[in-house]
T-cell receptor, first 113, second 110 residues
Framework: DAGVTQSPTHLIKTRGQQVTLRCSPKSGHDTVSWYQQALGQGPQFIFQYYEEEERQRGNFPDRFSGHQFPNYSSELNVNALLLGDSALYLC????????????FGPGTRLTVT | EDKVVQSPLSLVVHEGDTVTLNCSYEVTNFRSLLWYKQEKKAPTFLFMLTSSGIEKKSGRLSSILDKKELFSILNITATQTGDSAIYLCSFNNAGNMLTFGGGTRLMVKP
């Protein structure tokens, strides 16, 4: 049973560029959440997708957007990259919106230069 | 504003020692408290606690929640080098969003 997968593993971008990160949830899970983890800090909630719609959003600017596809996979898009966007981006999936447990993928390490 | 505070920030122990990690929280809509272990990248799920006073155990790890005093502890007995990791405490609110603390970095020396 495949767990949560994310791609790419690492990414280096330049300030002002745009980036797309991808996530496939654990088999049977239909809810996907995205988190940003800066170095030395705990993960911070970006947003959550369920039924192809953004259901909840954390304190992140509109430069951060997402999408969920009919197969429950998801994308995170960040526009106009800033140096401060450098972080580990984690995707987590849960069985459904009411499920308390979230399972994390290995993350994408984004470096903005 | 909801928040989670973990202590200590870091800890160095020797194999065989017992450690206690602390997590205190202030939340408006508490559903559950979750502990994760993060070794390199993906946080791996350890425990979910929803009721006060009921200890959850998994091998050498155990955890308990006090909803009156708003804290949880994670105990690790007979520590091993493989326990070296960052331990993250989080709570799950009514919207199923996780709010994390800053983590406790544990290093277990041989």
């Amino acid at each position: 049973d495949a767990g949560v997968t994310q791609s790419p593993t690492h990414l280096i971008k330049t300030r002002g560029q745009q980036v797309t990160l991808r996530c496939s949830p654990k088999s049977g899970h239909d809810t996907v959440s995205w988190y940003q983890q800066a170095l030395g800090q705990g993960p911070q909630f970006i947003f959550q997708y369920y039924e192809e719609e953004e259901r909840q959003r954390g304190n992140f600017p509109d430069r951060f957007s997402g999408h969920q596809f009919p197969n429950y996979s998801s994308e995170l898009n960040v526009n106009a990259l800033l140096l401060g966007d450098s972080a580990l981006y984690l995707c987590a999936s849960s069985l459904d919106r009411r499920s308390y447990e979230q399972y994390f993928g290995p993350g994408t390490r984004l470096t903005v230069t | 504003e909801d928040k989670v505070v973990q202590s200590p920030l870091s800890l160095v122990v020797h194999e065989g020692d017992t450690v206690t990690l602390n997590c205190s929280y202030e939340v408006t809509n508490f559903r559950s408290l979750l502990w994760y272990k993060q070794e390199k990248k993906a946080p791996t799920f350890l425990f979910m606690l929803t009721s006060s006073g009921i200890e959850k155990k998994s091998g050498r790890l155990s955890s308990i929640l006090d909803k009156k005093e708003l804290f949880s502890i994670l105990n690790i007995t007979a520590t091993q080098t493989g326990d070296s990791a960052i331990y993250l405490c989080s709570f799950n609110n009514a919207g199923n969003m996780l709010t994390f603390g800053g983590g406790t970095r544990l290093m277990v020396k041989p």
